[in-house]
C-alpha cells in the first residue's frame, strides 16, 4: 500500500524551517523526524476480512482501513538535513540533547547512561534496533503516547523543552507538555528544538522500568520511572512517574512528597509505591487489566526507587575513588 | 511532483526521478530492480526491509527515497564480492540459518551493523541485536549459531 501524496520540504538550517513553518501555518503540515509513527500512521491500514467474526465465509476480502489521519497532511518538513537538531552535549551542570537525536544515540551516550540513567533505561527499552536508529528523541516526546518510554524518564528528571518559532522561543516543563494521546501544547509553528536537563550539584539517582510481555517492539503495560535527589543521606526532591496507566504521562506528586525531607528506607520507598498505585488510573485492555496494571505500579514504583538509591549511592561511590 | 533525486546504492550512483511519497524500499525494488530487499508488513514490525544507511540498519520502508539522497546504501546485493558470498552469508548457508529467505537480506544486514560495532557479542547481545528482524520459520536458534559463527569467520579473517 502506497503511502498518500504529500509534498516534500526539507530546509537545512532552524531558521529555514522557521520561515517554512511561519508561512505554511494555515496547511497542513506535519514534521518529519525518523518517520517510524508518522509514517506508519500515514498509511492506510488493511485487514484481512477473514479476522471478522461476521464473516462466515473465511474467504480473504481486503477491506481497507481509514489511515490515522482524517486529512492527510499537504506538506511534510523534513528535520534530518538540519544538523543543529541532533546531538548531546554538557554545558556546566546542564545536559542539553537536540530533538533530532535518535534513541540508538540515547542509548550509546555515556553521559546520557551516567548522569541521565533513567532516559537511558527508556532508550534500551524502546522499540528494536532498527526504531532506535531512525526514531528521535523529539518524536517520541512529540508523539505524545501516554506510555512513550522516553516521555516517563524525561518527566522524572524534570526536562525542559525548548519550542522555537519565528515569533521566539518558549522553555516548558514536561510535565505541562503532554494534553492527551497524541496531542501537545506545541503551536502549528513551533518546532521542538532540545531537551534540557538540570543536573543538581549532590547525589541523585533516576530509573525507568518497563513492564511488557516481550524484550522488543513491545508497547509497555505499565511503566514507572523515579528520580531522587539526597543531600547528607535526606531525600530533597523525588519525581515519580508512570507510563501506560492514563492518557499522557502522568506524574505522581502525592508519592514524591512522602518521601521528601527524610532517608530512603525501604519502608518508605514503600509507602510511596502505595500511593502511586493509588494515583494510577489505567484502562483494562488488551495488554492488561486495569486492576492488574494498579498492582504492577506499586512494585514496579518500589523497584524503580530502590534502583535510583542504588544509583545514587554508587555515583557518590565513583567519585570518591577518583 | 516528481523529483530527481541522487542515490548511492552499494557504491553505484543513480539518478532516478521520485515521487516525496516513494519510499526508499520501493525505489530499490521498482526504480533500481534491486528486489533483494523485502517489503514485509510496511510499518516497521518485520524488519524484511532492512537496509543499512551509512552502516546503519534502517527500516527501507518507513525512509522516504528522497530522506536518502547523500547517504550511502547497502542493501543485501551489495554484500557479497562477486560470486564470493561475504564471510556472514557463508555462515548463514552452512549453519543452516535460511529455510524460506525472506528475513535472511534483513537478518544478514543487521548482522554485519552489528559484528562491525561490536566483533565478539554475546548471545544476549545477539538476540537484541536481530529482534527487530522477525523469522517466521527457523526459530531463531539457527540464526543466532550463524552470527556466532560469522564473528569466528570474520576474526579468522582479520
Same mark, same amino acid.
Not at chain 1, 501537545?184 to 528544538?193: A, H, N, Q, R, V
Not at chain 2, 517466521?136 to 531463531?140: D, K, L, S
Given at each position: 500500500m502506497r503511502l498518500p501524496k504529500f509534498d516534500y520540504l526539507s530546509p537545512t538550517s532552524l531558521t529555514e524551517a522557521l520561515e517554512i513553518m511561519g508561512g505554511y501555518k494555515n496547511r497542513r503540515l506535519k514534521l518529519l523526524g525518523g518517520g517510524t509513527d508518522l509514517l506508519v500512521d500515514l498509511r492506510d491500514k488493511v485487514i484481512l476480512?477473514?479476522?471478522? %467474526?461476521?464473516?462466515?465465509?473465511? +474467504?480473504c476480502h481486503i477491506k481497507p482501513v481509514q489511515s490515522a489521519f482524517n486529512e492527510p497532511p499537504e506538506y511534510l518538513l523534513s528535520l534530518?538535513? @538540519?544538523?543543529?537538531?541532533?546531538g548531546i552535549r554538557s554545558e556546566g551542570n546542564k545536559i542539553i540533547i537536540g530533538a533530532m537525536t535518535t534513541i540508538t544515540d540515547l542509548e550509546r551516550s555515556d553521559i546520557v547512561k551516567k548522569k541521565l540513567s533513567g532516559l537511558h533505561d527508556g532508550a534500551w527499552q524502546l522499540g528494536s534496533p532498527l526504531v532506535r536508529n531512525r526514531g528521535t528523541y523529539g518524536g517520541n516526546l512529540c508523539n505524545a503516547? %501516554?506510555?512513550a518510554d522516553t516521555a516517563i524518564p524525561t518527566m522524572a528528571l524534570g526536562g525542559k523543552l525548548v519550542l522555537i518559532s519565528k515569533r521566539g522561543e518558549r522553555t516548558v516543563e514536561h510535565d505541562d507538555f503532554v494534553l492527551g494521546p497524541g496531542n501537545? @501544547? @506545541?503551536? %502549528?509553528?513551533?518546532?521542538?528544538?532540545e531537551i534540557i536537563f538540570d543536573l543538581p550539584d549532590v547525589q541523585y539517582g533516576s530509573a525507568y522500568i518497563k513492564l511488557a510481555n +516481550?524484550?522488543?517492539?513491545e508497547i509497555s503495560v505499565v511503566g514507572a520511572a523515579a528520580s531522587v535527589i539526597i543531600k547528607d543521606g535526606i531525600v530533597i526532591s523525588a519525581r515519580i512517574t508512570l507510563g501506560a496507566v492514563a492518557p499522557k504521562p502522568l506524574l505522581v506528586p502525592e508519592a514524591g512528597q512522602l518521601l521528601l525531607?527524610?532517608?530512603?528506607?525501604d519502608d518508605n520507598i514503600e509507602k510511596a509505591a502505595k500511593t502511586a498505585s493509588k494515583k494510577a488510573k489505567p484502562i483494562t485492555d488488551h495488554r492488561g487489566g486495569a486492576t492488574y496494571r494498579t498492582s504492577m505500579v506499586e512494585v514496579l514504583t518500589k523497584r524503580a526507587l530502590m534502583i535510583c538509591r542504588a544509583r545514587a549511592l554508587n555515583a557518590e561511590r565513583m567519585e570518591a575513588s577518583s | 511532483m516528481k523529483r530527481i533525486i541522487h542515490l548511492k546504492v552499494n557504491g553505484l550512483d543513480h539518478e532516478i526521478a521520485v515521487e516525496p511519497r516513494r519510499t526508499l524500499a520501493e525505489a530499490l525494488r521498482i526504480?533500481?530492480?534491486?528486489? =533483494?530487499t523485502r517489503i514485509g508488513c510496511?510499518?516497521?514490525?518485520?524488519?524484511? &526491509?532492512t537496509v543499512l544507511i551509512d552502516g546503519v540498519p534502517s527500516f527501507s520502508c518507513l525512509t522516504l527515497a528522497v530522506e536518502a539522497e547523500g547517504h550511502e546504501i547497502l542493501t543485501i546485493? =551489495?554484500?557479497?564480492d562477486g560470486n564470493k558470498l561475504h564471510p556472514v552469508q557463508e555462515a548463514f548457508v552452512e549453519v543452516g540459518a535460511?529455510? &524460506?529467505?525472506? &528475513?535472511t537480506p534483513g537478518m544478514v544486514l543487521s548482522t554485519l551493523a552489528l559484528l562491525d560495532y561490536n566483533p565478539d557479542p554475546t548471545e544476549d547481545e545477539i538476540r537484541r541485536a536481530l529482534s527487530g528482524n522477525l523469522c517466521? &520459520?527457523?526459530?531463531?536458534q539457527k540464526i543466532i549459531d550463524a552470527v556466532k559463527d560469522a564473528a569466528r569467520r570474520m576474526k579468522e579473517l582479520s
Open positions: 476480512d477473514v479476522h471478522n %467474526p461476521h464473516n462466515q465465509e473465511h +474467504r534530518s538535513r @538540519i544538523a543543529d537538531l541532533r503516547r %501516554p506510555a501537545t @501544547i @506545541i503551536m %502549528p509553528d513551533e518546532i521542538l528544538k +516481550r524484550k522488543a517492539l525531607d527524610r532517608e530512603l528506607t | 526504480d533500481l530492480g534491486l528486489t =533483494g510496511s510499518i516497521g514490525d518485520c524488519g524484511a &526491509c546485493e =551489495g554484500v557479497a535460511i529455510q &524460506c529467505g525472506f &528475513c517466521r &520459520c527457523t526459530g531463531y
